[in-house]
């Protein structure tokens, strides 16, 4: 079994073990690897299963017909815009190529949702088949000189969208999709020195991306300045015995948001597509999501938990209050995604029954809890929470199962084809519109500082299930209870 070439494969490309339904052999047999080079062409050799989807692959992009119904349809918008409802693979790529118009927009929506339809290596290959403009279209041109105008300007454009491609979405590219893409510069920089500027761009771009993403965690960390308001450390900060309650709700709070940024600013538009996080096949590619899922479940479980383990109402009244107050430094920080988490524990209905432990509440954090609810409230498909986020400004981490909402509500209410094989680039501008919003709060991290000490403890709260927490919920609380017989 040792030497099996499946097995050395499978060891080298699956991390988890769901990601095994996101690949195919294609029937082919796989020599054993001999080296580190050989396995990473091996790894290449998988695909990511596309069910019912005809490939373009087997029609060379030069080949494909005119535009006609069986490969590219428009429609009008409200505006009476011609937009594109719907194109094969190689239309699209044909028409953010174009030379008869720059499609900005369209190029941004193509490269951040063409994994929910094509495969990175794919597009790459569709790339340097349209770069690689044939001779034996030149009988359509009234002379060499305009066949070579068009060329150069088809290959200026493709270069320019493999540019963009690698700068906004770097992390698309594997190591052996980086080094397909330096060989083949090389090549086109010996057969056409004319493209030598351009080619040297691509070059560039991936140097820079390169030390770019050695650099995302430093800078989300380096963004302290002066102005940096000074953590409020208590006395016992180096002590083993450091509790939640020894810390500053504000101070909690912010460490909060640096815990939760850090998560929230890793998202790669991957993980938004086909609803990745809810389907057990392709969970592997939404590992930033679901730690978002995580955290979110897990601060909520914790917060009741907190609240529920205190026997005495007095001192479950006091937990209650300091839950309360973080809550609000929450939504002063912008960062709905925990403010949500705390609110849900608050609404659960382990903690929204204790009537007498709430009914102890100072009226300051009565009146606190009123107005949160009315921010994190699902009425009318949460109008507060969204007319307030589209009026604040970053740094702000938005409530994320808004989003995951929208994007499923999007996923199961359009298809992904047209006849089988016209991708459908209406949805696939849906898609974009929501993955744009949660990108605009990515940009600018919190200026705090970290206080270790803090971020640990919040990692490591306990927790019970929900079933436990109920049973506890009901002893310290019993139904039926009078005020009397609660301590």
């Given at each position: ?12 490309s ?36 596309n ?24 429609s ?44 990175s ?20 041109f ?40 330096i ?18 761009q ?10 770019q ?30 509790t ?19 998560d ?39 917060i ?63 009146e ?26 970053p740094?702000c ?20 084809y ?12 849906l ?23 803090f971020?640990e403890l ?9 079933e436990?927490l109920?049973?506890?919920?009901l ?13």
């Amino acid at each position: 079994m040792e030497n099996n070439p499946l097995i050395s494969i499978l060891q080298l490309s699956i991390k988890n073990t769901e990601k095994i339904w996101d690949f195919d052999i294609n029937n082919c047999v796989v020599p054993i690897p001999n080296s580190n080079t050989d396995q990473i062409m091996l790894v290449d050799k998988f695909h990511p299963i596309n069910e019912g989807i005809i490939d373009d692959k087997e029609i060379n992009i030069w080949d494909e017909p005119e535009d006609c119904e069986d490969n590219f349809i428009t429609s009008q918008n409200i505006e009476s815009q011609i937009t594109i409802k719907s194109a094969t693979l190689n239309k699209l790529i044909e028409k953010i190529t174009s030379q008869n118009s720059v499609r900005s927009r369209l190029i941004k929506v193509f490269l951040m949702t063409y994994q929910s339809f094509t495969t990175s290596g794919k597009l790459l290959s569709k790339l340097f088949q349209r770069y690689e403009v044939p001779k034996t279209i030149i009988s359509k041109f009234k002379s060499v000189e305009e066949f070579n105008k068009y060329k150069s300007i088809i290959q200026t454009r493709t270069i320019s969208v493999l540019k963009i491609w690698l700068e906004r979405h770097f992390s698309d590219f594997n190591h052996a999709l980086i080094e397909e893409i330096i060989i083949w510069i090389a090549k086109q920089s010996q057969n056409n020195q004319k493209n030598i500027f351009l080619l040297t761009q691509i070059t560039n771009a991936i140097e820079k991306q390169k030390k770019q993403e050695k650099n995302i965690l430093q800078n989300v960390i380096n963004v302290q300045s002066m102005d940096t308001p000074e953590p409020k450390i208590p006395k016992n900060i180096f002590s083993k015995q450091l509790t939640l309650f020894d810390i500053d709700p504000e101070e909690i709070a912010r460490q909060m948001s640096i815990l939760d940024f850090k998560d929230f600013s890793k998202i790669k538009p991957v993980e938004l597509l086909n609803c990745a996080w809810s389907k057990a096949k392709l969970k592997s590619r939404s590992k930033n999501v679901l730690k978002i899922i995580d955290r979110f479940n897990q601060i909520s479980n914790s917060i009741s938990y907190l609240i529920l383990k205190k026997g005495k109402i007095k001192q479950r009244v006091k937990v209650l209050k300091m839950v309360i107050n973080v809550a609000e430094h929450l939504y002063n920080l912008n960062n709905f995604n925990s403010l949500n988490s705390v609110m849900a524990a608050l609404a659960s209905s382990a903690i929204y029954r204790l009537k007498f432990t709430f009914k102890e509440l100072p009226n300051k954090q009565l009146e606190t809890f009123k107005k949160l609810k009315q921010v994190v409230k699902g009425d009318n498909n949460f109008k507060n929470y969204r007319q307030l986020l589209n009026q604040i400004q970053p740094p702000c981490i938005p409530f994320m199962g808004v989003f995951l909402s929208d994007l499923t509500f999007i996923e199961d209410g359009n298809p992904d084809y047209f006849k089988r094989r016209l991708i459908n680039v209406l949805k696939c501008n849906l898609i974009y519109g929501t993955i744009e919003q949660i990108q605009r709060y990515q940009i600018k991290a919190y200026n705090l500082h970290p206080v270790y000490q803090f971020l640990e403890l919040l990692q490591n709260l306990p927790t019970l299930d929900s079933e436990q927490l109920y049973s506890l919920s009901l002893e310290i609380e019993p139904k039926n209870a009078s005020q009397n017989e609660i301590k």
